[in-house]
């Protein structure tokens, strides 16, 4: 059975800095993919970024590129999401997930069929 757990979310000042992690027992990184979603009350869950075994291999959305960070720990079995210059819009329930999608689905929600409960990041000042 695959479990995600969430962790590191809060509330911070426009500006600010948070690290989000996810640790998974159950799922072997293998050839699949984990990956960081977010979602607003009334709104789709949206893509933020993935990450590969090889940790070479991260993908993002444009709206954080340069300011969020995806990484992984293989022997953690461990991603994490380094969040700098948060900005009011970053503010969402933040989910992890894990599946084995391929590249061209790597954001899109059916790819993966494992969640974490999400962790909820507020940017107010």
């Known amino acids: 059975q695959v479990q995600l757990v969430e962790s590191g979310g809060g509330l911070v000042q426009p500006g600010g800095s948070l690290r989000l992690s996810c640790a998974a027992s159950?799922?072997?990184?293998?050839?699949?993919?984990m990956a960081w979603f977010r979602q607003v009350p009334g709104k789709e869950r949206e893509f933020v970024a993935s990450v590969r075994r090889s940790n070479t291999n991260t993908y993002y959305t444009d709206s954080v590129k340069g300011r969020l960070a995806i990484s992984g720990n293989n022997a953690k079995n461990t991603i994490y999401l380094q969040m700098n210059s948060l900005q009011s819009e970053d503010t969402a329930v933040y989910f992890c997930?894990?599946?084995?999608?391929?590249?061209?689905?790597?954001?899109?929600?059916?790819?993966?069929?494992?969640w974490g409960q999400g962790t909820q990041v507020t940017v107010s000042s």
């Open positions: 997930a894990a599946g084995y999608p391929i590249s061209s689905t790597l954001a899109t929600t059916t790819s993966y069929g494992h």
């Open positions: 159950g799922f072997t990184f293998g050839g699949g993919a």
